[in-house]
């Protein structure tokens, strides 16, 4: 796709832009150096790696900067893209859609404002990581639980606003935000909620204040800088049960989904679960080339011999009961029962109670990077990018696409690896594909094969929840009942919010006025 005609400024005008920042935020924190911008790049690129190379970026280190920086951008007219802490990786990580652009980077503001230990939340900064609040939690001793996504090293803020999730009770991580403070892209401070009076109590405790509820409008959005959100945490429960099972079969996940989904609506499972294919779980733990040179899609008989050795299913889930023990162990009867006409197979489990030490595990909230390790499935400079459609919570429709999925995948070269996440009453579909940065072809096999999946995921009325910076477009396209009446109408709010075509032009394939046609 090509990319849109940007308005650039001129040297003269750029120099006046940057001069101006550095009068806000002070010299040190406007960085426009060759090395700088480089830092800022796309580290997964999908395109030339300068496709999305910023202006430079600009820090600052409070709300009040960030306004100032927000209103001189608009006299400028240059754009600001604005990241936490940049870690979006398989997105776009920090880099903007458009290389007119500067980089805001919030990473400076880490302030955890308040920790409520009763009522259970944070006030936080945009700027605050997940290994920050983990440590805070427990060098503190606060009874409460972080979610944190797989890959760990970003922002609660950045995470919740791209829509990220975890396999915790509250890992639908934008229904957790509660009460934000934002920058309107005019620069004018807003707070939405019970935040929208001045000396509520209840900022970052009621999810309706009066009026219409505005949170989740600035998520995945380019209505606003968020400079604090109120975070809902999870009080530490007093015991948890894991029971993992390992399902043989392909057509397993038929009936899978369907129990998955039903014990989830009926409340027995608290969180999302993942059902992982035994490629997801391998690729953390070792190489492609330990198990198979070829160049092709792996044979079916390396899958097994992979699976024998390393004790994986074909499907393989991991559940956690949260809440009392003796409430836990009824849970489990209940799923154990829901399981057995489907399968002879039988999970095992681990209790943790409280005052154990963590089961470092994703599932209580214990951040980290370790899943990140799979990127080297490939060799060479590894990288991956999710194709990530959203479908009802129904076997039928994830075998379905499953086999589509993996036809296109090994059609296009690439090992099948994907995973279900089972919400309430949808799943998303997650297929990750594992490339070689530095590998020309095959990262051209890996574009048309998202482009192939793009397609045929529309003519089912799949479409994805979250994409990279080159598929916004695309993607966005894709969502197009009524003459793309949603896209219009994002653009009618961008343009009556945004009248300078400041915030993040592009981004979620929402352009302001003065880039499109
Ligand atoms: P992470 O915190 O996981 O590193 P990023 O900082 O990369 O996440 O943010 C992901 C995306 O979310 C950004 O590209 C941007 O579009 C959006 N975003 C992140 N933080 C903010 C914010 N404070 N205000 C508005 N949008 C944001």
């Known amino acids: ?52 190379l910023p202006m430079g970026a ?11 920086v927000v209103r001189l951008a608009n006299q400028h007219k240059i754009p600001l893209w604005p990241i936490s802490r940049g870690k979006n990786y398989g997105y776009g990580g920090s880099a903007p859609m458009t290389t007119d652009a500067m980089v805001l980077d919030l990473s400076r503001m880490k302030r955890i404002i308040e920790v409520d ?62 009460g934000l403070e934002v920058v309107l892209p005019t620069g004018e401070m807003v707070r939405t909620g019970m935040g929208a009076m001045a000396n509520s109590p209840s900022f970052h405790l009621a999810r309706h204040g009066y009026g219409p509820t505005l949170d989740l409008m600035f998520t995945q959005s380019n209505y606003g800088v968020v400079t604090r959100a109120g975070m809902w945490l999870m009080p530490e429960p007093p015991s948890t049960l894991t029971m993992q099972i390992e399902l043989p079969n392909q057509n397993d996940v038929i009936w899978l989904v369907d129990v998955l989904a039903r014990l989830r609506l009926d409340g027995v499972i608290q969180q999302n679960p993942t059902i992982r294919n035994f490629l997801r ?97 490939r060799g060479g400079r590894g990288a991956h990018i999710g194709f990530s459609p959203v479908m009802p919570a129904s076997g039928k429709h994830a075998y379905d696409w499953f086999l589509k999925a993996k036809a296109l995948m090994e059609q296009h070269g690439f090992d099948y690896y994907g995973a279900f996440n089972v919400q309430e009453r949808n799943i998303t579909k ?25 397609a045929e995921a529309a003519k089912l009325g799949y479409a994805e929840y979250r994409t990279h910076l080159d598929f916004m477009d695309g993607v966005m396209d894709t969502y197009d009942y009524n003459g793309h009446a949603f896209r219009k109408l994002s653009e009618k709010i961008k343009d009556a919010l945004d009248p300078g075509g400041i915030i993040a032009p592009g981004k979620q394939g929402i352009w302001p006025k003065r880039y499109r046609a």
């Open 1 to 52: 796709m090509a990319p849109r005609p940007q308005p650039r400024l001129s040297a003269a005008a750029f120099d006046r832009a940057v001069k101006a920042f550095e009068g806000a935020v002070g010299k040190d924190w406007v960085l426009v150096s060759d090395a700088d911008r480089d830092s800022y790049l796309d580290v997964y690129p999908l395109d030339q790696p300068r496709r999305h």
């Open 58 to 68: 600009v820090a600052p280190a409070t709300a009040a900067e960030v306004q100032a």
């Open 117 to 178: 230990p009763t009522l259970a939340y944070a006030a936080l900064e945009p700027g605050v990581g997940f290994f920050d609040m983990f440590e805070h939690l427990q060098s503190n001793k606060i009874p409460l639980w972080i979610s944190a996504p797989g890959n760990s090293w970003g922002s609660l803020i950045g995470n919740a606003l791209e829509h990220g999730n975890a396999g915790t009770p509250y890992g639908d991580h934008a229904t957790r935000l509660c």
């Open 281 to 377: 779980v391998a690729a953390i733990q070792s190489q492609r080339s330990e198990w198979y040179q070829g160049d092709g899609p792996m044979p079916e008989e390396v899958g097994r011999a992979m699976r024998e050795k390393l004790g994986l299913g074909w499907w393989n889930v991991a559940l956690t009961l949260y809440g009392h023990e003796e409430a836990n162990a009824v849970h489990a009867k209940v799923i154990e029962a829901a399981f057995r006409p489907h399968t002879d197979r039988s999970f095992t489990r681990s209790i943790w109670r409280k005052g154990d030490p963590l089961e470092k595990s994703g599932h209580q909230g214990i951040p980290s990077v370790r899943p990140l390790g799979a990127v080297n499935w």
């Open 430 to 454: 997650v297929t990750l594909i594992y490339y070689d940065r530095d590998d020309e072809a095959m990262v051209a096999r890996l574009k048309a094969l998202f482009q192939a999946m793009m």
